[in-house]
């Protein structure tokens, strides 16, 4: 006898990342990811001649020389960690009684959304949550995940159920695996640092002007973490990283606040980057490379990177308790 096919599914999405670290494929990641309206909110008639006559010709190279200095044996740890993500929030959740599938989906790349909630269909499945890594909302993440399964729904005759998880950024569960990950550390290097930064990514002021919640809740995230860790208010600082343009983005930039750090006689700082559930570029070269470099340079001692919870059981706990609230009402 075999055991009925599951109903109800799990596809829990990241950004993506190329093929490999080289200049073709990361010109087709980039043309991927920069033709989403969702990212780039620039008119195309005046966006599309930047795109293809300048970005595409100039920033791959570069962007292939970064990557190559953070892949591993495995591939891209973005795709790596998500993978293992995946595979033990399905085990997570069939210890809670909920034996389900749970499928990576990357908005950009491989394996695609529409890939992975086509294979479902095959599969009979006729409920799926989408659950994105981004725990913060923000319309350049979440809302471009929900465009990626509508895009893939519009061409199907006959739909699942969808349910969406619009952010997480105050889960407890949440708050506390990032807790215990800085207490972690503090005990692994036998000391704090003076000050804890949180280095969300950024996005352009316009965006919030608009109506995106993004920057309230990175404000939340930091204020519950502080109070967790029982902070005062000069121990922590927030931040917002990768920067893209010329455009104003959300304020104080992660790298120009480390190097003012340093300048004005802080020695130590611990760097956190909350709103990665993955390691990935913008943790791995970025904040523990160049933002690194650049607070040494102005007269930093010691620069600490605290690892995304990535596989953390704590976090991976979260994950399943808020895939469960979720799931609620529907049956495997």
């Not at 003012?260 to 990935?280: E, N, Q, W, Y």
Request: one cysteine or more; hydrophobic letters at 40%; aromatic letters at 10%.
């Amino acid at each position: 006898m075999t055991a009925p096919a599951p109903t109800t599914a799990i596809l829990l999405c990241n950004l993506g990342t190329p093929d490999a670290p080289t200049t073709p494929a990361l010109r087709r990641y980039l043309a991927e990811f920069l033709s989403d309206r969702r990212v780039v909110e620039i008119p195309r008639i005046a966006w599309w001649p930047i795109l293809h006559g300048i970005i595409l010709r100039t920033r791959p190279a570069k962007s292939a020389a970064k990557y190559q200095t953070i892949w591993t044996k495995e591939g891209s740890p973005l795709l790596t960690w998500t993978q293992k993500q995946a595979t033990l929030l399905r085990g997570w959740l069939g210890q809670a009684g909920c034996l389900i599938p749970v499928l990576p989906g990357m908005r950009y790349g491989q394996p695609a959304i529409q890939q992975q909630l086509q294979a479902f269909a095959h599969q009979g499945v006729r409920r799926i949550l989408v659950l994105a890594l981004y725990p913060q909302y923000s319309s350049t993440t979440v809302a471009s995940v929900f465009d990626g399964v509508t895009t893939w729904a519009s061409r199907q005759r006959v739909l699942p159920e969808l349910r969406f998880v619009n952010s997480y950024h105050d889960h407890p569960g949440y708050i506390a695996a990032l807790a215990q990950s800085v207490r972690r550390h503090w005990q692994r290097e036998g000391s704090r640092a003076e000050k804890l930064v949180m280095s969300f990514h950024g996005i352009p002021e316009r965006n919030v002007r608009l109506g995106d919640p993004y920057r309230t809740q990175c404000e939340e995230t930091t204020e519950l973490l502080a109070r967790a860790l029982q902070l005062a208010p000069d121990q922590y600082q927030l931040t917002f990283q990768s920067r893209f343009g010329r455009a104003a983005w959300l304020q104080p930039y992660t790298e120009p606040t480390l190097m003012a750090l340093a300048k004005g006689g802080t020695r130590s700082v611990d760097v956190i980057c909350p709103g990665f559930a993955a390691d990935c570029l913008e943790t791995l070269q970025e904040i523990n490379q160049e933002v690194r470099e650049a607070f040494m340079r102005a007269g930093g001692e010691q620069f600490r990177y605290i690892p995304c919870l990535n596989d953390d059981n704590a976090w991976i706990t979260a994950l399943s308790q808020i895939a469960q609230q979720h799931l609620n009402g529907w049956t495997a």
